[in-house]
């Protein structure tokens, strides 16, 4: 794999991958997460990508009706998924150095009926005066995950990243996934009980991308 492919791979990688909130009935809260993002590679040819992931940033904005997430990959792309929270449907939008495109996201469940084993441990920690639980997600297509997951938060989540999340307790404030290629961690360090007056969220397409499928999103990264 060529460094250009690399990049490519992590790029789409977060573009295919939407952290969005289930809505709990009656649950009208809000908030604000932001993550610091590290990646780890023995691949000689992902260590040299590196330098172009540093400064990479996830940050997840929910109010009563969307919740939308960012992810900030270094220099390599930024990727802002929108998601209405009753209906599921939603857009990718990513500016990257393959170019500007968005996906439109139908609100199906992919992956729903995959074979994945989650499991609740009984360790527990602290992470932004949260009480977190640790869970291990083993056999999904995205690689072996651990997630310390806090029930304090008004908010569920679920990803095309674990199939079958339902089955999780809570809100995830660290996330370390481990695919063949590297290892990716999220580590919580903002939380807000409100979202910033400075986000915005819309599901309209923006004028002068391309539109790409899933199925593009897959050949792209050589998937």
């Given at each position: ?8 791979l ?5 573009a ?29 040819q ?10 990479s940033?996830m ?35 990513t500016?990257s ?25 009984t ?8 009480k ?9 297509k995205?690689?072996d995950i ?20 339902g089955?999780?307790?809570g ?35 923006p004028?002068?991308y ?14």
């Amino acid at each position: 794999m060529k460094v250009i492919k690399a990049m490519a791979l992590v790029a789409v990688f977060f573009a295919a991958t939407a952290f969005i909130t289930k809505p709990e009935k009656g649950a009208t809260g809000e908030f604000y997460v932001e993550y610091d993002v590290t990646f780890e590679s023995d691949d000689p040819q992902m260590e040299q990508a590196m330098p172009f992931l540093a400064g990479s940033m996830m940050k997840i904005a929910k109010n009563s009706k969307y919740t939308k997430t960012i992810f900030k990959t270094g220099t390599v792309s930024t990727s802002t998924t929108t998601v209405d929270n009753k209906s599921r449907k939603g857009i990718s939008v990513t500016e990257s150095m393959m170019g500007n495109f968005y996906t439109m996201l139908d609100g199906e469940d992919d992956g729903e009926d995959a074979e994945v084993d989650i499991e609740k441990t009984t360790e527990t920690k602290d992470i932004l005066g949260f009480k977190c639980t640790k869970y291990i997600v083993t056999g999904g297509k995205g690689g072996d995950i651990e997630m310390w997951s806090t029930t304090e938060i008004d908010g569920e989540f679920t990803s095309k990243l674990v199939p079958k999340s339902g089955k999780m307790e809570g809100f995830p404030l660290q996330i370390t996934v481990e695919t063949e290629q590297m290892t990716i961690s999220f580590i919580a360090k903002d939380f807000k009980k409100e979202v910033p007056s400075s986000e915005e969220f819309s599901l309209k397409p923006p004028k002068g991308y391309d539109e790409k499928t899933a199925e593009d999103l897959q050949k792209m990264g050589g998937m």
